[in-house]
């Protein structure tokens, strides 16, 4: 039973990255999935969350009109796709799966020139 992220890298500013997570040992389709980002020294923020039929997204703030959570359910994957990064996104990013108390591995988004 786990969640693997992918799709993590180094981008430029104003560039586009999209991070998949791939569930495997169980069906997460009636459930919701967020997902997470953190850096050095701060505490782990919720990005963004989609309920399990994709039908209802939730986004923080600051990345509202950049980031957008879809699902495959089908495929046993949720996809955040971020459009105009910014430096300042730059973080580990994890999916999530509360109904399951499961967190990934993480994968690295860089932003920098």
């Known amino acids: 039973v786990q969640l693997v992220e992918s799709g993590g890298g180094l981008v430029q500013p104003g560039g586009s990255l999209t991070l998949s997570c791939a569930a495997s040992g169980f069906t997460f389709s009636p459930y919701s999935i967020m997902w997470y980002r953190q850096t050095k020294g701060k505490e782990r923020e919720l990005v963004a969350a989609?309920?399990?039929?994709?039908?209802?997204?939730d986004y923080a703030d600051s990345v509202k009109g950049r980031f957008t959570i879809s699902r495959d359910n089908a495929k046993n994957t949720v996809y955040l796709q971020m459009d105009s990064l910014k430096i300042e996104d730059t973080a580990v990013y994890y999916c999530?799966?509360?109904?399951?108390?499961?967190w990934g591995q993480g994968t690295q988004v860089t932003v920098s020139s």
């Open positions: 999530y799966a509360p109904f399951r108390a499961l």
């Open positions: 989609i309920t399990g039929s994709g039908v209802n997204r």
